[in-house]
């Protein structure tokens, strides 16, 4: 009888738990295992035309990955963005964009709807990949790569929102992160690039 009440009440917690998830009340957790890759060019991802890149195209270049959203307060940053782009372009920075639906819905729309819509109304030319999933048990492997401890230990954490931006160096190596808040023109994001930039 003891067993019985027992499993009763771990199926009860379960479920009581399961709710909490699904209705918010519980945030889904980052994954707390490091993924199996050692370096960001070890992914492979889909740009938004639905081809594979392998990121190690990347390589010997200073690179802010973003995930961004169409819908959200901080979307006029792609101006910003675009600005860096068209700057340091030339010097061997590119800035790559991850559209994401996990905050509010602020990304709806399919991959060709996103496409037009940054290259209509913010001109966008950096390199745009397909829809992704930054935060919670869908997580893509990328971005579980991004935010943990163990696999990026200075600046791992949980996506906040819109427009988080990594920066990495030459090697590949995470040495910045800005908040949506810190928009792309701000001293601090140029200083960092120019700083990465002037190393070889």
């Known amino acids: 009888m003891l067993k019985v ?8 917690v379960a479920a009581v738990v399961g709710a909490a998830y699904k209705y918010g009340f519980i945030m889904n957790p980052s994954p707390s295992e490091p993924t199996k890759e050692k370096s960001m060019y070890e992914f492979t991802m889909k740009n ?9 195209t990347y390589k010997g270049k200073v690179v802010m990955i973003v995930n961004v959203a169409s819908k959200c307060g901080y979307t006029p940053q792609y101006e910003g963005l675009q600005a860096l ?14 559209p994401a639906n996990n905050f ?52 791992g954490g949980e996506i906040s929102w819109n427009f988080n931006k990594f920066l990495t160096d030459r090697n590949g190596k995470v040495v910045a992160r800005f908040g949506s808040k810190d928009a792309p023109e701000s001293d601090a994001v140029k200083a960092a690039i120019e700083k990465n930039l002037a190393t070889q």
């Open 5 to 12: 009440i027992g499993i009763i009440l771990i199926l009860a």
């Open 48 to 56: 938004i035309d639905g081809q594979d890149v392998k990121l190690d």
């Open 85 to 98: 782009y068209e700057k340091y372009g030339d010097q061997g920075f590119v800035i790559l964009g991850f």
């Open 104 to 155: 509010m819905g602020q990304e709806p729309g399919t991959e060709a709807e996103i496409k037009e819509f940054c290259s209509t109304k913010y001109r966008v030319t950096f390199p745009m990949f397909a829809k992704l999933s930054v935060a919670g048990k869908d997580q893509h492997p990328f971005y579980a790569f991004l935010t943990n401890k163990e696999s990026n230990p200075s600046f």
